[in-house]
């Protein structure tokens, strides 16, 4: 008997540290307090979505926008604080755009999933930056008009109604196909045309359509056409500069013809 005795004890001892020790649940739902906390510790009207809906993305600074990419913190800081001690990592905006992955994984709290939804976002900034200076093609005659349509145009099979939206510089901001099928006045409505001018704040707009057969001359319906959409931009403010007739390496201007 008196040799089980140890046996006893170091089982009975055993037992306890099991019972003593908290489960993995009680561990996880620990860990999810605290991190409810830290998030709970941002007030709600400096939550950066919340701001963001409320107030508009130009309203947040530069750390809070981060901050809506991020998502999320970690245990020992919210993700605004993550955020704010990223951007003095790279001393500020301009340097995190040339940053790597393996860069900003080098910073506490910031893993591959972050640093990915980082540089997709400058990325993305970076392309609309570039597209908008290489998009602002400049149309100060009829040449011009043709020669941005022509390659598109000029081998369709079927009749395209194209508008070309321009800002106070004739510079091309939106171009738009508001149709396809033959060209008449109860198909093409001035509404369709200047509607998104409106909604784009152009200056002006130039029509653009193709003829299928190669042959640019102008049809009955064409000066129609051209003649009711001339009047409505008059009305509203919003000029039609042209309308250009596309064929097969020939176009016709319209306005060069005295009908705009």
Known sequence: MAKER???????????????????????QKRGSMMAWMIRDVPKDSRPRERLLSSGPESLSDHELIAILLRTGTKEESV????????????????????????MTNIKGIGPTKAVQILAALELGRRIHQSGCADR??????????????????FLSQEHFVAIYLNTKNQVIYRKTVFIGSLNA????????????????????????NHP???????REDIDVTKRLAECGRIIGIELLDHLIIGDQKFVSLKEKGYV
Do not use: N, W
Not at 186 to 200: D, L, T, Y
């Open 6 to 28: 140890p046996r006893k004890r170091i089982l009975l001892s055993y037992r306890g540290a099991v019972q003593a020790s908290p489960s993995f649940d009680e561990a996880k």
């Open 80 to 103: 605004v604080q993550l955020a704010q001690r990223l951007l003095r990592h790279f001393e500020g905006l301009r340097p995190l755009k040339d940053a790597t992955v393996e860069e």
């Open 137 to 154: 093609y400049v149309i100060r005659c009829p040449e011009d008009g043709a020669k941005y349509v022509m390659e598109d145009m000029r």
């Open 186 to 209: 109860s198909i093409v409505h001035p509404r369709e045309v200047f509607k998104e001018a409106i909604k784009r704040s152009a200056a002006s707009v130039i029509c653009v359509h």
């Open 213 to 219: 057969s190669g042959d640019p001359t102008p049809s």
